[in-house]
């Protein structure tokens, strides 16, 4: 998915220009997740295929529609297709959206039940917001400063984050949560919980941090990645959080979903994984 990008030519912008950009911005329209999860769709149709999830309580900025279906940017910058079905349009004024999503003050869930106003429940997975008019009755959720003092940007808090919220996870591409998840949401959403940015995708997140020397100089909560091409400057296709040594966590195909592997194990699996390692990445 490309983002869409302001281009500004000349070297000032005059205060037409400015009054006018600031008039865009705020008859802009934003839209917020009322579904506990909203499919984010590579195109504006639901045969397609899912390439990432717009959160309950996440907001989002609509950069075009197409019938009742909405071209949408996250807070994370990641844009896709969402039916209206699953959001509504946010009243004025809207938070700038780098104070929303994970970075949101509202309570968000570590997997919790909410009560709204009417008695109805519902679940929310890791990562979804709890809303004005919903009382949580169970499960954990945490604000935005509590969360920081119990989820330190540091590594064995990250690798246990990732170990604990997705075991049992089932592989689903596009997926961000514990209920459906592939390789680089589990990466993004754990770190997101650590107040630390990562990009949603493999290969945005193979341009971030610092390059490791080799497999064997890896640390926990760096970062491998791999390719199913045989070049060695092949499209990234896969990634994993290290957990110190040879042994990793991550969503993959291969395993169905969650596993912790030891890369020096030498079955079927894992051999073939150690041959498509191309590079690691220190995010910390």
Known sequence: ???????????????????????????????????????????PDVKTTQVSQLLHGHIALVMERNGLWLHVKGADGYAGWVHQGYVVTMPEPVPPLSETGWNDPRPLSLGCTVRDEHGATRKLPLGALVTEGQERFGGLAMMLEERRQSFPPAADSITATAMTYFEGTSYEWGGVTPWGCDCSGLVSSSFHLHSINVPRDAWMQAATGKPVPGIKDLRPADLLFFSDEPAADGKITHVAISLG?????????????????????????????????RFGRRIL
């Not at 005059?14 to 009054?19: G, P, R, V």
């Not at 329209?29 to 984010?40: G, Q, R, S």
């Not at 169905?256 to 079927?268: H, K, N, T």
């Open 245 to 277: 040594g040879m042994k990793v966590v991550h969503l993959a195909l291969g395993r169905g979903g969650y596993a912790v592997d030891d890369l020096d194990s030498g079955d079927e699996y894992t051999t073939l994984l150690v041959q498509r390692f």
């Open 1 to 43: 998915m490309q983002e869409l990008r302001r281009e500004t030519t000349g070297a000032a912008v005059d205060a037409n220009a400015l009054t006018e950009d600031r008039l865009a911005r705020a008859l802009s329209e934003h839209v917020t997740a009322i579904a506990a999860i909203a499919p984010m769709l590579c195109e």
